[in-house]
Every structure is written in C-alpha cells, then in structure tokens.
C-alpha cells in the first residue's frame, strides 16, 4: 500500500491527516488552515497510488513532488505549533488538558507502527509524521507562550540548516540502525531538522491573531473546515479508501481488456 522509501528523504505524507491541538473556542481559519493541508495530502496520496498502479509516471524525488511534501508538512506542522498557543493563551491551566490528547496521538503512531510492522517489516514506521508531532508538541508547549522567542528558535534552525551542514545529520540514521534493529528503508520518516523549526514559527501565528481572520460561507469552506476539524481519523482512514479505489478500478480494467 505505501511506497518504499530511502532514510535520506521520504514523499510519503502519512501525516497526513495530523491530530493538532485545537483551541477551546475553535477558530474556522485555522480549521480551513488545516484542512488545506489535508487535501493536499490526499491529492499527493491519491497521484501516489495512481503512479503505484501505472496510471501515470512521474518522478517523487522532482523539484515540484518534493516541494509539494514540504508545502503539506509546512502547513500541518505550524498549525501545530500555532494552536498549542492558542490553547495555552484561553486556558491558564491547559498544560493540565494536554494530556488526553497526548495519549490519543501516541496511540495513534503506536497503531501506525504496529500495522506497518505486521504488514511490511523490512519497511515500517519507526518514527513517521504522527511520532513526530508527539515529540514536536511535548517540546513547543513550554515555549509557546513566548511566540517572538520562539519564532526567532525557529527562524534560526531554518537559517542554519538551509546555509550550512551544521543541522544535516546524513549518517544519523545509518548509525542508529547500526546498533538498533531498525529497517533501513522505511514507509515514512520526518526528520527533526529543519521541521522543528517550523514548530517553533507556529506560536508567531496565534500571537498575530491569524486564527482570527474571517472565512467565506461556503460549500468549499464547510468541506476544508470538516477535513481540518477531523484531521486525525482522515488521516487513519484516507490512504485505506484511496489505495483501495484505485486497485478496484485496476482490476476492472484488467477484467475488462
């Protein structure tokens, strides 16, 4: 169902849909925000498995797919970080509320990582886009009410890994495999550098009230606000509907020619 993917850069998006934590007054910008990213998602899920099955051809390491991965990844993992200070700032007690939702997210990844090792285990996911956020949250959270702080964090890890090696770690992985049991092809991997850092730019959204910004009443609207209120169980269900579609109409086409 997934691609097989190299440790040094992986298209796939299980993130897809990602759990993020909302505000206690949802905010409809951030949940259309959200669910932007979801439709990305799907739409890149979606060409994945038509290339998979030989509907069309296309290059996943290309200038414009790996761009695409970084606008889903770039979309998904700021909210993170800006909805964490919007939680923060409405509830003076939330960092006692986090917890629930915590345990949701780390159930999840633990459900991705146990399917994809019983169902591929020369390739499962280890630590993929849902491992990622969980770790992500826990480090933003005491941060994220000092959104300036935080995104001159932020900033800096960008800055310093786009211009130097500094914060490009090749080896890393290769070496942790080395003494650990894990698959040296994985299904999805997110690295910690430069995707922190975008984590850490999230809060400067909140604090320049972009949760705040109207939204047009519309049928479009409605659809991304759903998408973006429901992340997480998209997310779980969404790659299973889609590969199986795309397989159905293969086999019809093979019954048919």
């Known amino acids: 169902m997934m691609a097989e993917l190299p440790l040094n850069d992986s298209p796939w998006i299980s993130m897809q849909t990602l759990p993020i934590y909302e505000p206690v007054k949802r905010s409809a910008f951030l949940d259309v925000y959200r669910g932007s990213a979801v439709l990305l998602m ?37 909210a993170v970080g800006w909805s964490t200070y919007i939680s923060l700032n409405k509830t003076p007690h939330a960092f006692f509320s986090f917890w629930q939702r915590d345990i949701k997210l780390l159930i999840s990844a633990g459900a991705i990582s146990l399917a994809t090792y019983l169902a591929m285990p020369n390739q499962w996911i280890y630590f993929g886009i ?49 003494y650990i049991p894990l698959p040296e092809r994985t299904l999805d991997i997110v690295f910690p550098f430069p995707w922190i850092g975008v ?8 604090y320049l009230n972009w949760h705040k910004c109207p939204t047009p009443n519309n049928l479009a609207i409605s659809i991304l606000a759903f998408m973006g209120r429901h992340a997480l169980p998209i997310y779980l ?5 889609l590969f199986a579609l795309v397989a ?8 048919f020619s």
């Not at 899920?45 to 414009?64: A, K, N, Q, T």
């Not at 850490?200 to 909140?206: A, D, M, N, R, T």
């Open 199 to 206: 984590v850490f730019i999230g809060p400067l959204l909140g």
């Open 237 to 241: 269900s969404h790659q299973l509907i």
């Open 42 to 78: 799907m739409i890149f899920h979606l060409c994945w498995d038509l290339r998979h099955f030989g509907f069309i051809e296309f290059d996943v390491y290309s200038p414009f797919w790996l761009s695409f991965r970084s606008l889903i990844l770039t979309l998904f993992l700021s």
């Open 248 to 255: 159905a109409f293969k086999m019809l086409l093979m019954a």
């Open 130 to 178: 849902l491992h990622f956020i969980f770790v992500a949250s826990l480090i933003i959270r005491p941060m994220a009410k000092w959104p300036i702080a935080c995104a001159l964090v932020g900033g800096i890890i960008m800055v310093i890994y786009h211009l130097t090696h500094w914060l490009q770690f090749p080896n890393a992985f290769a070496t942790i495999t080395h």
